[in-house]
């Protein structure tokens, strides 16, 4: 619920990353249909259906068993890529509840990409 | 004299209703909160409540103290696991765990590949400029991992 709840809210303030030239990449290890389905609830972000696990290994954001059934998920992080693929700003909450307002997140962006 | 003994036995059953059900409304108050407050996209830790709730069992014990009986020792035990639940959650279940991984502030981004939800890839290359992928114009990108849909 709190995930979806974020991704509104980013997909509502879309126009103020597009203002600052950034694009949202939101990324989970659900399939492909159902990212689709993201997609198509939020047109103004990039969807990612990291099913393969590829990239989430590859930055080990997996949180094992957190997901419903025991399974595996993404874990709630926010990183910041400059335009030259150099990491500026990574966020991790504490806890679940925590998440990143719109504010929050373009206070960050204009503190470490702009 | 029968109508005195009813009376009498009537508010003994009756002695401390009001702080059991008050108990549990101070449970649910916790509940209800919470579901305001995501509603309203206010995204904090509810504390206020297993701190509700633990105060909901206190007033089930003073009215269990008032008058012991099977329902109310029941319903003691209900809110008592409910309540130990919301502190369990809290404490333990809702914790996520500190970032150790090779995505570091000041570094290249690691290596990746991915698909996007149009079935096309996507890799670390499209975050950099001149890769097929990437867009020069962009001044940057905002990587939001999530749990997912459900």
Known sequence: ?114 | MEQALTATSRTAKSRGRWWFLLGIGLLLLGIVIFIVQSSLRIWAVPWYAPILATLGVLLAVFSVLQRRSVTRGVGLVLLALLCAGEWHFLIWGSKLPAYSGPVQAGQTIPHFETTLADGRLFTDADLRPGAPGSRPEVNGTVLVFFRGRW
């Open chain 1, 1 to 114: 619920m709190g995930c979806m709840a974020e991704l509104g809210e980013l997909e509502r303030h879309h126009q103020d990353f597009e203002k600052r030239k950034v694009r949202v990449v939101a990324i989970s290890m659900e399939d492909l249909p159902t990212a689709l389905l993201s997609q198509g609830d939020f047109p103004d972000l990039v969807m990612v259906g990291d099913a393969e696990r590829k990239m989430c290994e590859a930055l080990q954001l997996i949180h094992a068993g957190a997901g419903p059934g025991g399974r595996d998920t993404a874990v709630s992080t926010t990183i910041l890529v400059d335009g030259d693929g150099t990491v500026r700003w990574l966020f991790r909450p504490d806890r679940v509840f925590v998440l990143l307002s719109p504010a929050q997140l373009l206070a960050a962006v204009d503190q470490y990409l702009l």
